[in-house]
T-cell receptor, first 114, second 115 residues
Framework: AQSVAQPEDQVNVAEGNPLTVKCTYS??????LFWYVQYPNRGLQFLLK??????LVKGSYGFEAEFNKSQTSFHLKKPSALVSDSALYFC????????????FGQGTELSVKP | KAGVTQTPRYLIKTRGQQVTLSCSPI?????VSWYQQTPGQGLQFLFE???????NKGNFPGRFSGRQFSNSRSEMNVSTLELGDSALYLC??????????????FGPGTRLTVL
């Protein structure tokens, strides 16, 4: 079965510091991986995806993610955090056996303090 | 382009009632998926519709059902509501069903509270 894990419920970062939100996956075959962000009382916003190619994927709002096949990880990163980045972040993998279905991690609450 | 819209944004119902939620996808998108978000279970897939046909279904009881219309708008229905059905219900649209490389675009959700 395909699955995604986000080992940290919460990540705290000072504004201006780099941030990392971790994600590991378990899939058969090549994974299709996604990151979404959710602000309070809002739906999910797409940040970036990895399908194939370059292991470093750049996305919206200055975020990037590094795909590491040997470690089965897809960590989300940003060189310099902003207070406005504070939100709930979800890693997801496509379930290849069920078309468009996304399997989500449990989410990581990112808090960026001034 | 307008984003995915969901109505209503908030609903309060009592146990035993039924509820219908509506989703309008992004113009041109023909696939609509539904997810339930709760603090305990996280984000869970309910079902996916394309061309008025249910393509995939998650592990939810038969009380949860949906449909899609010819204009790609979708509704989901929950009958005989239970307290545990209280959740944020999210709708997502994408161009075509089963295209795993394309991202899904989510609406703001409908917050359902069952009393």
């Amino acid at each position: 079965a395909q699955s995604v894990a986000q080992p940290e419920d919460q990540v705290n970062v000072a504004e201006g510091n780099p941030l990392t939100v971790k994600c590991t996956y378990s899939v058969s075959g090549n994974p299709y991986l996604f990151w979404y962000v959710q602000y309070p009382n809002r739906g999910l916003q797409f940040l970036l995806k990895y399908i194939t190619g370059d292991n470093l994927v750049k996305g919206s709002y200055g975020f990037e993610a590094e795909f590491n096949k040997s470690q089965t990880s897809f960590h989300l990163k940003k060189p310099s955090a902003l207070v406005s980045d504070s939100a709930l972040y979800f890693c997801a993998v496509r379930d290849k056996n069920q078309g468009g279905k996304l399997i989500f991690g449990q989410g990581t609450e990112l808090s960026v303090k001034p | 382009k307008a984003g995915v819209t969901q109505t209503p944004r908030y609903l309060i119902k009592t146990r035993g009632q039924q509820v219908t939620l509506s989703c309008s996808p992004i113009s041109g998108h023909r696939s609509v998926s539904w997810y339930q978000q709760t603090p305990g279970q996280g984000l869970q897939f309910l079902f996916e519709y394309f061309s008025e046909t249910q393509r995939n279904k998650g592990n939810f009881p038969g009380r949860f059902s949906g449909r899609q219309f010819s204009n790609s708008r979708s509704e989901m229905n929950v009958s005989t509501l239970e307290l545990g059905d209280s959740a944020l219900y999210l709708c997502a649209s994408s161009l075509r069903a089963g295209e795993q490389i394309n991202e899904q675009f989510f609406g703001p959700g409908t917050r359902l509270t069952v009393l």
